[in-house]
């Protein structure tokens, strides 16, 4: 059939790099290389055209967070398609799908966030924040809070705005950005970043650049603070202890909104339905996207508290929607994922079971001899590799070797681990068990061993000057 499921591996390759370019690649060096192909999966596992197996210890792109191969969002697709494939949400029109999506997450989410904006995805949602905070204060009549102050090393999506608000230096080298009126404070990594200072000490530091950021640009020309719970794509960053709850402090003593970018951590990466929950933050707007459909259909979205809603539907015309907000297909999909959610227990699972047990045997890979420190929350973990512990040393080869030959040996191995830099990062579908969890963790051993051989061999196991 023409979706070429058939076709030799070779000849897959050959088309892919004629016609098709890849997001964040040399698409040169992978077409001299030949991509990999995946051709099926289910549950935890993916198969590509050769037939070798791979566990999918990065849930895709964080997203499927039910796994792969649940029917029932085949069927919820499939029975929407036939009953109203597509239909807009502009000219004061609306469907069942929308509206059974947009009550059932005002019920899931915390606070007072009751009220959606529908995007295709994260990066969408996150350019709708950005006109929606300042369109927020201009029509409270305070058009000049304008200013948007994110993170260095923050992701936020790939439009020109996501990826504006991103802390991705070489993001922000391509195309011209930022945009103007986005600012930035450092992140809270500790272990990168906090010298001499306990984790606690550093976290408070980091929060209060914001405060000192807000004083430095002005509160009246400050609109949002935007942060994700948990940074994801900078490498499964955990803040510290002390981070989040002066940040919120922060925030609710100068006037301006609070953005949590949950489009990784929301729909139980983190042990409870949002990270704001795990890190008691009470934000104005959540993005979402992701684990909302676990991956099955491309939806996203903007969470507004009954106040910014309200300021809002009373501000006139939003001039502002995508063809595909609150598309029927994909608010049926997301309706069947979080119905399934639900129905197993998945969050209370992670929070209570395969969470703790994760993080328990993910902690021990701190005791390989290339590992300076090994974290998790929920089901997401990093690991940072250096070549003097005591230290937590960087490598003196460019940032990335190290972390690349350990994704290869990682693959080697059949676990799909991702790295950023020298750190290795996981974050596999939510409904991982046990046993699969002792799997992840046997090949990441296996990756780390060969890896670290593989050093020593080539003389790189030393640290920078
Ligand atoms: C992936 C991601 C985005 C972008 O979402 P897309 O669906 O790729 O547009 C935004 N924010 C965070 C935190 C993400 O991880």
């Known amino acids: 059939m023409t979706l070429l499921h058939n076709m030799p591996t070779a000849d897959l390759q ?36 050769d037939g070798i197996e791979l566990l999918d210890g990065m849930a895709g792109l964080w997203c499927t967070n039910i796994g792969y191969g649940r029917d029932e969002l085949a069927d919820a697709a499939h029975a929407q398609m036939l009953q109203l494939p597509y239909y807009n ?17 005002a019920q899931l989410a915390p606070g007072d966030l009751n009220h959606v904006f529908y995007a295709s995805g994260g990066s969408e949602a996150n350019d709708t924040n950005i006109r929606l905070v300042r369109h927020y204060w201009a029509i409270k009549g305070k058009p000049d809070k304008k200013v948007i102050i994110s993170r ?28 103007p009126d986005i600012a930035f404070i450092d992140q809270p990594f500790w272990y990168g970043e906090g010298g001499d200072m306990s984790p606690e000490d550093f976290g408070l530091e980091r929060a209060r650049q914001l405060e000192a950021k807000i004083a430095e640009l002005g509160e009246d020309k400050v609109a ?5 719970p948990v940074q994801g794509a900078g490498g499964v960053i955990i803040p510290p202890s002390t981070y989040w709850p002066e940040i919120q402090q922060i925030c609710d003593a100068h006037d301006i909104l609070l953005i949590a970018d949950e489009v990784i951590c929301g729909f ?24 909302l459909s676990s991956g099955y259909a491309p939806i996203g979205g903007s969470l507004l508290s009954d106040e910014v809603a309200d300021v809002i539907a009373n501000g006139g015309d939003f001039n502002h929607g995508y063809t595909y907000s609150g598309h029927p297909v994909a608010c049926a999909v997301a309706m069947e994922n979080l119905r399934i959610m639900e129905d197993e227990h998945m969050v209370e699972q992670v929070r209570d079971v395969t969470g703790p047990y994760l993080a328990q045997k993910w902690a021990q890979l701190a005791d390989h001899g290339l590992v300076g420190e090994a974290v998790s929350v929920g089901m997401m973990a990093s690991l940072a590799m250096t070549p003097d512990k005591a230290a937590r040393a960087a490598f003196a080869a460019d940032k990335g070797t190290v972390g ?39 090949r990441a051993s296996t990756a780390l061993d060969e890896t670290l051989a593989g050093l020593k061999q080539d003389g790189l196991m030393t640290a920078a000057g």
Not at 16 to 28: E, G, I, K, R
Request: with cysteine; hydrophobic share 40%; glycine share 12%.
């Open 14 to 49: 050959k088309l892919d790099a004629a016609h098709h370019v890849h997001p964040f690649t040399a698409n040169a060096d992978l077409a001299a290389k030949g991509t990999r192909v995946i051709t099926s999966a289910k549950g935890v596992f993916l198969r590509d055209s």
């Open 89 to 105: 949400t502009f000219f004061h029109t609306s469907h069942p799908p929308v509206i059974a999506l947009s009550a059932k997450l």
């Open 152 to 179: 260095h090393n923050a992701y936020h999506g790939s439009t020109m705005g996501g990826a504006s608000l991103g802390g991705f230096s070489a993001m922000h080298a391509q195309g011209g950005l930022p945009i």
């Open 224 to 228: 949002a603070f935007i942060a994700e």
């Open 268 to 291: 139980g990466r983190t042990g409870n339905w949002f990270g704001s929950e795990t890190y008691g933050i009470r934000p104005d707007i959540m993005t979402i996207a992701k684990g």
């Open 404 to 442: 690349l030959r350990c994704r290869d040996r990682s693959f080697a191995n059949g676990l799909v681990m991702r790295h950023v830099g020298d750190r290795m990062i996981i974050a596999p579908p939510i409904v991982i068990s046990k046993g699969e969890i002792d799997q992840l963790i046997e």
